[in-house]
């Protein structure tokens, strides 16, 4: 549910992903500071998605200390170009108390995109109001069937109408307010769980996504989580450069910097903002070593990649 291969932007970035002479010998070049930066505020969860590996996550659960979050902003907005900012990881992102503070934090030092992926489970009239006053701009909710049976049997331990219900009162209330941020997207992830109903699911948000607003559905495929599931197939042909270190950057709840959002046991560690600066990771030798070798298309050594269809199915 973190990222999205069929992103418009994602699909962008990917066209130049295709061949690693266009990368390799600019190695270097990368920008001063990652142009998005995906802040894990917590990697608890409510739900359990048939999809999502979670019983496998062996990190310990908690929230991002506050001063540490203030911290990253501080920097990353420090830059003229200032970075994309998510505000969620391997979890929910609506069971931080804090999420309206951070959201505040991160649009008064000037970031322009603020962006998070919830469950809407917990998307209630009050904290709705909240996220909207705090200035977010972008929501995507995973919302992975068409009825009460194939989104309990996706979305396993939350309740179709709850989640619906909540996103119908976001749109009123978000209306009601006058304003038309978030944005919302809506994504579906078509499965055998949920008989990929993908006809069923645009009837069912036809009339209650603010089109003006710039409310939209998305439709998303299965990815094997850097080899948390194995929905597609891992050749050992590499078709393309991954991306990320020249792009992007991912904090976990621990301070921890991770090489992407894939690694959500944080077994590719690039760094720790709780010792380091955002720009001295991003610069430093650990990911410059990344650059190299995945412009190289050489993954040997980094246990999610190698798992990793990403790189493999495009
Ligand atoms: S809501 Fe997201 S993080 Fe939670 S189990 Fe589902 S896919 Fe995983
Ligand atoms: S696991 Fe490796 S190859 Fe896959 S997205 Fe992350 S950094 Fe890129």
């Given at each position: 549910?973190i ?34 930066i995906m802040i894990e505020n917590t990697n608890c969860c409510n ?7 979670r019983?496998?996550l062996t990190r310990k659960r908690g929230f991002m200390d506050f001063k540490l979050f203030e911290k990253i902003i ?11 900012v998510h505000l969620h990881g391997f979890g929910e992102p609506l069971l931080d108390d804090l999420l309206?503070e951070r ?13 998070l992926v919830t ?130 950057m991912s904090v976990l709840c621990d301070g921890r910097a991770v090489?992407c959002c894939?690694d959500y046991n944080g077994v590719?560690c690039?760094g720790d903002v709780n010792?380091?600066?955002v ?36």
């Amino acid at each position: 549910m973190i990222i999205n291969a069929r992103d418009k932007t994602t699909k962008f970035l990917l066209r130049f992903a295709k061949t690693p002479l266009i990368f390799y010998p600019y190695y270097r070049r990368h920008v001063p500071l990652p142009a998005v930066i995906m802040i894990e505020n917590t990697n608890c969860c409510n739900a359990h998605c048939v999809m999502c590996p979670r019983e496998t996550l062996t990190r310990k659960r908690g929230f991002m200390d506050f001063k540490l979050f203030e911290k990253i902003i501080r920097e990353v907005s420090s830059s003229k170009r200032k970075p994309v900012v998510h505000l969620h990881g391997f979890g929910e992102p609506l069971l931080d108390d804090l999420l309206p503070e951070r959201i505040k934090l991160a649009k008064a030092f000037g970031i322009n995109h603020t962006y998070l992926v919830t469950n809407a489970s917990l998307l209630f009239p009050e904290t709705a109001k909240k996220i909207i006053a705090a200035g977010l701009d972008l929501m995507k909710i995973s919302f992975y069937g068409t009825d009460e049976e194939s989104y309990r049997a996706t979305m396993r331990r939350l309740d179709f109408k709850v989640a619906l219900n909540n996103i119908k009162e976001f749109v009123k209330i978000r209306k009601g307010l006058n304003k038309k941020t978030p944005q919302l997207i809506v994504q579906y992830l078509p499965q055998e769980t949920n008989g990929a109903k993908t006809k069923e699911f645009q009837s069912l948000w036809h009339s209650i996504l603010d089109k003006r607003a710039g409310d939209r559905l998305n439709f998303s495929s299965l990815d094997n989580f850097g080899g948390g599931r194995a929905y597609n197939p891992v050749t050992k042909k590499i078709a393309s450069v991954c991306f990320y270190p020249w792009s992007a950057m991912s904090v976990l709840c621990d301070g921890r910097a991770v090489t992407c959002c894939v690694d959500y046991n944080g077994v590719q560690c690039v760094g720790d903002v709780n010792s380091h600066s955002v720009a001295e990771i991003w610069n430093g030798p650990v990911l410059s070593a990344i650059r190299r070798n995945f412009g190289k298309l050489n993954y040997s050594g980094f246990p999610a990649c190698l798992h990793c269809d990403w790189v493999r199915r495009r």
